[in-house]
């Protein structure tokens, strides 16, 4: 475990005390995690009453709907093999559905489906088999249009892994093997408890102290949208993997599911729906990816600031425990702000190509300025606003002789174009076809002359 300052040890340590305290719970692990590693974890109660044993990053929790993300990255992994469209129907791939819901909506849960399939299952918690929900799933009342606002929807993504059986031509568990856990060395993840070590899940009611035990269900079909057990250990390798997908997903697929496709909370616009992920953002202004989980007994979170790489992670043993999404924001936002990564010392560059030599510098479009610079044998620009240093620079990829296209920055996808005099000089740049010069000058100023 990397060593963090002990002024920050302390503080999260008293942070999970007071939530462990205030909430009442029988058991608690808390971690933050850098690089798929736990700079720091702390459990805090116990794993099961009556034993004499506090629950560490190696006990199971039930991380319930935290499987959700798992199911959206299979997905996604299929739509990059050409297996699928996001704007395909879900019933171009699965027979049994004739709602016209498209698999872009399900991830969103932008599709207007009800949440739960037929039956009151979280009273009798009886949950349906694989036959039973695709034979019922055209039953499940569709409440409201698609896009109309964001609707959680439990059953459509069940119905999304069978979308993953389907296409890949095997169980929805044996793919999240093959495809995630396994290549992640994800080894305590598993659909319900394994045989190793776990923590027992309670309820403690409002009005005594007194936890009873939930039961542990059966998802069966269910499971694609909350089957999952962990660990986390396990679940710093996953904080790692949404941080940096490396080779199992493309890092602009990654990038994609982690754009906002609905709002969650319209009147406030501090969290928001990616494809599969919830987007958070917490008071310090950063945005945190991730999800949360709910089954009886045990309620987790898991969410990580791609940029740093720093993921926060709470597993608590009670159905009725603090919020996790700003728990576990909380505990990693601190240590963002408190023991931040250290910086890379500057690296000087080998080289300044001869055709960016008259583009660096500052520009003028529509009256505001622009910086352009060389950095590492690449170009990149930004607006030259006070505090346009927290903003993405742009970085520029040659396509064609003076032809160059954005891939990162407030115009990411464009083109960039140089314009030359005969002599070579450069006389003006269009970006997104929009005119920059040397001095700044009127719309239309350029054409008086």
Not at 34 to 57: H, K, Q, S, Y
Not at 150 to 176: I, P, T
Request: charged content about 25%; glycine content about 10%.
């Amino acid at each position: 475990m990397a060593t963090l300052l002990e002024s920050t040890t302390r503080h999260l340590r008293r942070t999970a005390l007071a939530k462990q305290r205030s909430g009442r719970l029988p058991g608690l692990y808390a971690g933050v995690c850098r690089g798929g590693e736990l700079v720091w974890g702390d459990g805090i109660g116990v794993v099961e009453l009556g034993a004499d044993r506090v629950p560490t990053a190696d006990d199971q929790f039930l991380v319930a709907s935290n499987t959700k993300t798992f199911t959206a990255v299979m997905v996604m992994q299929l739509r990059d093999e050409g297996r699928l469209a996001l704007d395909d129907l879900l019933g171009d791939h699965v027979p049994e559905v004739s709602h016209p819901l498209t698999i872009r909506q399900c991830l969103a849960h932008v599709s207007g489906m009800a949440r739960e399939p037929l039956g009151d299952v979280w009273e009798t918690l009886e949950q349906p088999d694989a036959k039973t929900l695709r034979r019922d799933f055209d039953d499940v009342e569709r409440i409201g249009r698609p896009h109309d606002h964001w609707h959680y929807s439990n059953v459509v993504y069940a119905m999304l892994g069978q979308l993953v059986e389907k296409l890949d031509g095997r169980m929805w568990e044996e793919s999240l093997r093959a495809r995630l856990l396994d290549p992640l060395g994800m080894r305590r993840t598993s659909v319900g408890f394994d045989d190793g070590p776990h923590v027992t899940g309670y309820y403690v009611g409002p009005y005594d102290d007194v936890p009873r035990p939930e039961p542990v269900l059966d998802l069966q079909a269910m499971a694609p949208c909350g089957g999952l057990a962990s660990t986390a250990h396990d679940l710093a390798l996953w904080s790692a993997f949404v941080a940096d997908p490396g080779s199992l997903l493309s890092a602009d697929t990654m990038e994609e599911m982690c754009q906002p496709q609905v709002l969650l909370d319209p009147d406030q616009w501090t969290g928001a729906m990616g494809l599969g992920f919830f987007l958070m953002r917490s008071p310090s202004g950063r945005t945190w990816v991730g999800h949360t989980g709910g089954m009886p007994g045990h309620i987790t979170g898991v969410f990580t600031h791609r940029a740093t790489g720093t993921g926060g992670i709470v597993l608590m043993s009670s159905t009725a425990s603090p919020s996790p999404d700003a728990f576990a924001i909380e505990l990693a936002d601190h240590v963002i702000e408190h023991d931040p990564v250290e910086d890379t010392p500057w690296q000087p560059g080998t080289e300044l190509p001869d055709d960016y030599r008259p583009l660096v510098g500052r520009w003028f479009s529509e009256g505001q300025p622009f910086v352009f610079w060389v950095e590492q044998g690449e170009l990149r620009a930004r607006t030259d606003k006070p505090g346009a240093e927290r903003l993405t620079a742009s970085r520029f990829e040659k396509v064609a002789d003076d032809v160059y296209r954005d891939l990162t920055g407030r115009e990411r996808g464009e083109l960039l174009r140089v314009t030359r005099a005969p002599d070579g000089t450069v006389t003006k740049l269009n970006w997104a076809t929009y005119l920059f010069t040397r001095e700044p000058i009127a719309f239309g100023e350029h054409l008086s002359g």
